[in-house]
């Protein structure tokens, strides 16, 4: 395992003043904030930097990994000394159980089978287990069919010594048909364990799109663009569109503009209701190269007189 | 790989989540909502039959609005005040999204 030097990561110095650590960890909870940062790794980032502040904010740990980190350096080999349990008293800082289970090896190696899990969440786990949460990303196909997806979580277990370990957990999850962005999907029972003799939580898992380079979804509405030629929009004709849920064909109506939308009804995602899939036209030019294309366009700019730039066409 | 190893979920549909889910999987106490709930912070929350439900975009705001308070001490009002600044970015990139336009 190797040695986190908390401080580096909150850019202090070992003796740095409670105050500058507090500074320090705002500026970078504010720099790598998952909704406004726009560094590729901010999650991961701003999950360090909450492990280096749990640890350096709290007198008791800061103490602890003083004593246990003095002469290492980041990245160096470290194995806590045989028989440690730090005597002093750890508060959590406002990291629920789940957040510290989110947190590195190194973390719980030293912090997890300590005080880090007493208090509140604690006291309320006297009966039925905690509900937890985790996230589960999908591809908009599989809201079309149901789908199995392992879903890996890194939970907390409190042993009978009253210690915590971390153990990672691999669920294999039947993503119900119809789901869609944002939804929660419940598993009964699959939650932090109960006390003696109650029953577990639940777990909730949220659901998230992978972005799609052909569709885009809205609720339960399916987005994507068809490209039409300009003799298709004019005249109409009936195309082939790959859903999803397999192949339809589209009537495209005389007329039709670049732009102009097509709804059919309860071709989104499935559900009750189900969604609608909207297609929007773009209508594509074929390329004037070779002399009789160029001479085709001519004749089209000769007879249609047509301005588009002139409201009226 | 036997086929009861496999979990079957039951979908929520919106409005399913009770006040004690939400404090649960944010997670803070279910006081800690109350609490905002009566100050009027959680506009997506509805009560019904004095029974609270909540949508899975209040979860999100609960989850964003513990956050700014632990992290950068802030008042609940200015949490809130940035909770819904951070909503309507999400509904702004969202109609960004639809137009293809991310």
């Known amino acids: 395992m190797q040695f986190k030097d908390y401080y580096q990561t909150l850019g202090v110095a070992r003796g740095a003043s409670a105050e500058d650590i507090k500074k320090a960890f705002r500026r970078l909870a504010r720099k790598y904030h998952p909704d406004v940062s726009k560094e590729k790794d901010a999650e991961a980032r701003m999950k360090e930097v909450n492990e280096a502040w749990n640890v350096l904010s709290d007198p008791g740990k800061r103490a602890a990994y003083d004593r246990l980190g003095a002469g290492f350096q980041s990245g160096q080999e470290f194995r806590p000394p045989p028989g440690w349990d730090a005597p002093f008293e750890f508060s959590s800082r406002g990291f629920s159980p789940g957040e510290e289970a989110d947190f590195s090896d190194f973390f719980s190696e030293i912090f997890g089978r300590m005080g880090g899990m007493r208090g509140g969440a604690r006291a309320r786990a006297a009966g039925r287990g905690e509900d937890t949460r985790a996230r589960v990303q999908l591809d908009i196909e599989d809201a079309f069919g149901g789908v199995t997806r392992q879903v890996s979580l890194r939970v907390p277990a409190a042993e009978a010594s009253g210690r915590v370990s971390f153990r990672d957990r691999t669920l294999n999850v039947r993503i119900p048909k119809g789901v869609a962005a944002g939804q929660v999907i419940r598993l009964a029972g699959q939650g932090a364990p109960g006390a003696a003799g109650h029953p577990a939580g639940d777990l909730l898992l949220e659901v998230e799109f992978r972005p799609h380079p052909r569709y885009r979804v809205d609720g339960r509405d399916l987005l994507l663009t068809v490209p039409v030629a300009p003799w298709e929009a004019a005249l109409g004709a009936v195309v082939p569109v790959h859903l999803p849920g397999g192949e339809v064909r589209v009537r495209v109506p005389e007329g039709a503009q670049s732009g102009g939308q097509l709804r059919l009804r309860g071709k989104g995602i499935p559900g009750e209701p189900p969604g609608d899939a909207i297609i929007e036209l773009r209508v594509v030019q074929p390329p004037a190269d070779t002399p009789r294309r160029r001479s085709l366009y001519e004749t089209m700019a000769r007879e249609f007189a047509f301005d588009p730039r002139k409201t009226g066409n | ?102």
């Open chain 2, 1 to 102: 790989m036997r086929d009861d190893d496999f979990l079957e979920g039951q979908l929520l549909e919106d409005a399913w989540l009770t006040l004690e889910q939400v404090a649960a999987a944010c997670p803070v106490e279910p006081e800690w909502l109350l609490a905002h709930l009566d100050e009027g912070l959680f506009p997506q929350a509805r009560s019904v039959a004095g029974v609270w439900r909540f949508s899975g975009a209040a979860l999100v705001r609960a989850r964003r609005m513990r956050r700014l308070e632990r992290d950068f001490d802030a008042v609940p009002e200015m949490a809130a005040l940035v909770a819904d600044l951070l909503e309507e970015m999400d509904g702004l990139r969202a109609r960004l999204r639809r137009a293809g336009l991310d």
